[in-house]
Nanobody, 120 residues
Framework: QVQVAESGGGLVQAGGSLRLSCAAS????????VGWFRQAPGKEREFVGD????????YYADSVKGRFTISRDKAKIVVYLQMNSLKPEDTAVYYC?????????????WGQGTQVTVSS
């Protein structure tokens, strides 16, 4: 099975950019869809976007569409979440999850999360 770990979070001013990484170990992402979620204090976990296991298809929540981009390296070991034009409301712990075809995100392999804080 795959293990995933997020990195790249930090503190950034509104309007700035960050790139988060989701690194796979044990397996590559070849056979996994990869999703990004976030959870702000006092709020439920929110879907941000995902990439199909082929790497050809991505999908984004309306709240981040046009600002966030998901990509993957050629080795299929790292999936990136490029976040531009950040807003204070993007502040949250960001998680990546790898899920096999046919399984739900809840049944996938989750990382520990990385904190993103956007100051106004």
């Amino acid at each position: 099975q795959v293990q995933v770990a997020e990195s790249g979070g930090g503190l950034v001013q509104a309007g700035g950019s960050l790139r988060l990484s989701c690194a796979a170990s044990g397996r590559t992402f070849s056979n996994y869809h990869v999703g990004w979620f976030r959870q702000a204090p006092g709020k439920e976990r929110e879907f941000v976007g995902d990439m199909s296991r082929s790497g050809f298809n991505t999908y984004y929540a309306d709240s981040v569409k046009g600002r966030f981009t998901i990509s993957r390296d050629k080795a299929k070991i790292v999936v990136y979440l490029q976040m531009n034009s950040l807003k204070p409301e993007d502040t949250a712990v960001y998680y990546c999850v790898a899920a096999e075809d046919g399984s739900t995100w809840n049944d996938g392999y989750w990382g520990q999360g990385t904190q993103v804080t956007v100051s106004s």
